[in-house]
């Protein structure tokens, strides 16, 4: 019987083999992932030990929006965000079973300290026997900015759905970004679970998604704001300014019955107008014309070269809830379709953010960066560790030319066109409206685009108005979302 | 280890095989060497973990240490009176980790949460280690030669099944976990499971060491193997469908795995045919599909092995000692002072998880080697055993140990599916304690009598043990 024990003997050596194999991949190969609260939120243990360790700052021109404060309670620190709503999609939150949010889970790695990059400071901590810090992030957000576009928001009610993005143009840098309705994270993240268990199961419940950054999360047809694109083709395939094109009041569609016409059934004009005079006043029929010559894969093409398509180029707030939501064009467009989609309906739709790029596109002569909202690492003593470059989306979007014809036009919009509202004494505006049907019964959304000053701009806004609840004739780009964008610019520009 | 233990000498028994030729010293001194050293593992570790919760040694360090070492000693004098000759390295190992369990113990009573409020799991197991001693004692002082056992191979079987049926009976059985398989008599409670696992090594040794020529006998030939032949498939249908039954109405996987494996094992050593080894695996395959197909318990266990952080995965349990054990890394929070109460039913089948998260890698390595080193004592005690019942028992025995420690540690560390079995000797748990003391008994008395020198064949009369020599010539 000694071969088979001898045999067993070595089956039992497998298994006690397999199992130290094992048991070293899950406490040394699997143990990084199994204890970060990014990928496994609900791991307590290391929430309860994030609990009871000083956790960086975030940090907008010098000043915390979200910080750690000692605490006497069950643990030793409590997370406070000082501005609570107002930042409460950019900082996200951070919770002991809830999961991270926004920034907090983004950069959660430099804030607990444990970042590659903040390993010297680490070690000179383990060595002078201090408490471990963890490293502070400075965001691209310009203070003032976030107010105006937050105040703007609120003032239209604290249950306003929309959203406001502001980019500069030159760098990519997100000066402000702010979802409507917001939520406080002071909410999750303080030490009664229970509480704040409930108020996380609230705002999931609440059907206006309160959670949601719409900045990012949430494509719309961008309706009259597309007319840009539209107008960058134009300009990149033949057309001037001041080429005529169809005016009117209706532009009947081939392969249907039916007609496009303008806004109210207006009419814009004589039956030939100016491109510039057509944007003024944003013609559906002049842009559905255009269209309809252009074909729709000009029009994707122009779409996907300010970043329609694309979800890659925006991971700062990447949660277990948040990612950013690819901006489309549409596809198997018909040739009716084409004249729709030239006028931002049909399925076109675009995050806010994507607006905003096209915009800050146009005003750095073509030239689309990508937008980044982590300015800088910093160390527990706020010496800067690492500065975030920008980047280059798409380095010719439209050739400069092309950009310098359509800001003139832009300009002009805001000068006699629809977007008056913007106007800044001492300053040019370049902005663009738009209204988007989405259903019949629904209101429509406000929309506007903008940057200033027109040469040089320093900012480049997007606005969204989803849903105001104020009537639905009053629902317009220029009256709605063009003062909000106009107070960010004047918050940039100090104006 | 297995070196020191032996000492090549130069007396030579005729006609021995290569193992045999050697004489074996007692070694008791070292014994109690490696005692001492297993009861600063034990006790130091109780110590560790009051400093660790409460900042203090436990008030009671010197009472628990006293009453540890006393039983530890008791164990060890036996032994010497008793089982001279006995493998030595058995009782420490034992004895480091049921003091390392009594420290994981303790410390999940401290703990805050997570755990029967006010309860003192680690007294009431100290009293069950020392009911498991004095099972240890009696079985050693009792039982002078394992053969007697024999005689007892169908009692032993019966006796087993009558155990593990009684769980069903209504009245003293009872669900807990959602396995049927304890039973409770006034006060007390215990799972008769694990005394049945002694129980039936005892059987199927017997058994098998008389059927074994018959069962060896080849039938078919496929692809290098002898299977068995068709008739003599009765005894191991009969056992599969005991596991099945466990299974299917005490809703016990671990339980029905081991009893299987043992008895398959057993199989294969006795009668020496890989053969048997396919119809088994076939067997356990099938068992295993039907099993899946037909309880939503083993489904659960599958799923929430194959993807525990799904939505809806029921695995809570393993996915916090997944997280506990990676907290702890290479070399643990310390004693005392991560949560390991955090994971549901710490203190027993998720007591390796809290080991992990407490003492590291470090700690699960070295306590996997110490099961790995008590799995071959055993081994090896079958191997030089001189009797083929012996080498049986000590097999199945030392398979009792490999395959629950394989199974509930595995389990815990998501390597097979989870599966509901004790650790050996560290988790809290009378019945499991008890049944492992005496497992421990029986395999010494095994090695007392393979490791004691045969009978001189040589013209003088022995100077020891004299009574049983035989003269030759």
């Known amino acids: ?495 | 280890m297995s070196r020191a233990g032996r000492t090549p000498t130069t007396k030579r028994a005729p006609g021995a095989g290569p193992l045999m030729e050697l004489v074996h010293r007692r070694r008791r001194g070292a014994e109690l060497y490696l005692l001492v050293l297993s009861l600063v593992v034990g006790v130091g570790a109780y110590a560790a973990v009051g400093l660790g919760v409460n900042g203090q040694v436990p008030a009671d360090l010197v009472k628990h240490g006293a009453w540890l070492a006393a039983l530890v000693v008791a164990a060890h004098v036996t032994i010497r009176y008793k089982a001279e000759y006995a493998d030595p390295v058995v009782l420490p190992i034992v004895s480091a980790l049921n003091g390392l369990g009594l420290a994981m113990i303790h410390r999940i009573d401290l703990a805050p949460t997570g755990h029967p409020v006010g309860s003192n799991f680690a007294a009431s197991q100290l009293v069950w280690m020392t009911l498991g001693v004095l099972g240890f004692i009696t079985v050693l002082t009792s039982l002078r030669d394992h053969r007697r056992l024999q005689s007892f191979t169908y009692t032993a079987g019966l006796a087993a099944i009558v155990l593990l049926l009684l769980p069903l009976l209504p009245g003293i059985g009872k669900t807990v976990n959602g396995a049927r398989i304890w039973i409770h008599l006034g006060p007390m409670s215990f799972q008769p499971g694990e005394i049945a696992k002694v129980l039936l090594v005892i059987a199927f040794a017997g058994y098998l060491v008389l059927h074994r020529d018959a069962l060896a006998l080849a039938g078919r030939r496929v692809l290098f193997v002898d299977l068995p032949r068709g008739r003599d498939l009765g005894p191991i249908l009969a056992m599969w469908l005991v596991s099945l039954g466990i299974l299917v109405f005490q809703n016990d996987l671990g339980s029905s795995l081991m009893f299987f494996g043992l008895f398959l094992v057993m199989l294969y050593v006795s009668t020496e045919r890989p053969g048997w080894l396919v119809v088994g695996g076939v067997l356990f395959a099938v068992g295993a599909y039907a099993g899946y197909v037909t309880t939503a318990h083993v489904q659960a266990r599958v799923h929430g092995w194959l993807d525990p952080f799904g939505k809806d995965s029921p695995s809570y349990q393993l996915v916090q000692a997944m997280y506990g054990m990676a907290w702890g890394g290479l070399t643990g929070r310390g004693l005392g002072q991560g949560s390991p109460q955090t994971t549901p039913i710490s203190w027993s089948d998720f007591i390796l998880p809290s080991l992990g998260e407490e003492l590291g890698l470090t700690g699960v390595i070295a306590i996997i080697l110490l099961y790995a080193l008590l799995v071959e004592r055993g081994l090896r005690t079958a191997l030089i055993c001189r009797d083929n019942f012996g080498k049986l028992v000590a097999a199945g025995l030392a398979t009792v140990f490999a395959l629950q420690v394989f199974v509930v540690v595995g389990g815990v560390t998501r390597l097979i599916p989870l599966t509901g079995l004790t650790t050996p000797f560290l988790s809290q748990g009378g019945s499991s304690l008890v049944a492992n003391w005496v497992i421990v008994a029986l395999l010494l008395r095994v090695s007392d009598a393979a490791r004691r020198p045969p009978p001189e064949f040589s013209d003088q009369p022995a100077d020891m043990d004299s009574t049983q020599v035989v003269m030759m010539r």
């Open chain 1, 1 to 495: 019987m000694n071969r088979p024990i001898r045999n067993l003997a070595i089956a039992c050596l497998v298994m006690f083999l397999a199992l130290m194999i094992n048991a070293t991949y899950l406490q040394y190969w699997q143990a990084g992932s199994l204890t970060s609260l990014t990928k496994h939120p609900d791991n307590v243990r290391v929430a309860d030990a994030a609990f009871d360790e000083p956790r960086g700052a975030i940090l907008v021109d010098g000043r915390a929006i979200a910080q750690s404060i000692k605490s006497s309670d069950r643990y030793k620190f409590l997370r406070t965000y000082p501005d609570g709503a107002e930042y409460a999609h950019i900082t996200g939150y951070f919770t002991r079973t809830l999961g991270l949010g926004g920034i907090e889970s983004g950069e959660n790695s430099v804030l607990t300290g444990d970042d590659p990059s903040l390993f010297v400071n680490k070690v000179i901590d383990l060595l002078g026997n201090a408490a471990p810090q963890g490293g502070n992030v400075t965001l691209t957000i310009n203070a003032n900015a976030q107010k105006a576009a937050f105040d703007g928001l609120r003032a239209l009610g604290p249950r306003v759905q929309g959203a406001v993005v502001a980019i500069e143009p030159a760098t990519g840098r997100i000066l402000a970004m702010v979802s409507s309705p917001s939520f406080s994270p002071n909410q999750l993240a303080g030490h009664d679970f229970t509480t704040a268990k409930s108020n996380y199961d609230r705002l999931l419940a609440d059907p206006l998604g309160p959670l949601n950054n719409r900045a990012i999360e949430q494509t719309l047809p961008p309706g009259s704001t597309f007319k840009l694109i539209t107008a960058a083709a134009a300009l990149s395939h033949g057309y001037t300014p001041n080429s005529m094109v169809l005016g009117g009041s209706s532009l009947k569609l081939p392969l249907t019955t039916k007609y496009l016409t303008n806004e109210n059934h207006n009419s814009c004009g004589p039956a030939k107008i100016t491109l510039t005079r057509a944007l003024d006043v944003s013609c559906n029929v002049a842009f559905g014309s255009i269209g309809l010559k252009l074909g729709a894969q000009v029009l994707a093409n122009q779409a996907a070269a300010f970043g329609f398509g694309r979800n890659d180029y925006f991971h700062d707030l990447d949660d277990q809830l948040t990612r950013l939501s690819a901006s489309e064009f549409g596809t198997n467009v018909d040739q009716p379709g084409a004249a729709l989609s030239a006028i931002g309906q049909l399925n076109v739709r675009a995050t806010p953010l994507q607006m905003a790029m096209v915009a800050a596109g146009i005003a750095n002569n073509g030239e689309v960066m990508q937008p980044y909202l982590v300015d800088e690492i910093r160390s527990s003593d706020l010496d800067v560790i690492k500065q975030i470059p920008s980047k280059v989306l798409t380095a010719h979007a439209i050739s400069a030319a092309v950009a310098r014809e359509l800001t003139q036009m832009m300009v002009s919009v805001v000068q006699q066109g629809t977007a008056t509202t913007a106007q800044i004494p001492g300053v040019q505006v370049a902005g663009k409206t738009g209204t988007a049907q989405s259903a019949p019964s629904r209101p429509p959304y406000a929309w506007f685009v903008s940057f200033a000053p027109a040469e040089s701009a320093q900012v480049a806004v997007a606005v969204l108005i989803q849903d105001a609840n104020v009537d639905r004739n009053q629902i317009s780009g220029s009256g709605l979302a063009a003062p909000i964008a106009k107070a960010v610019m004047r918050a940039v520009l100090k104006k």
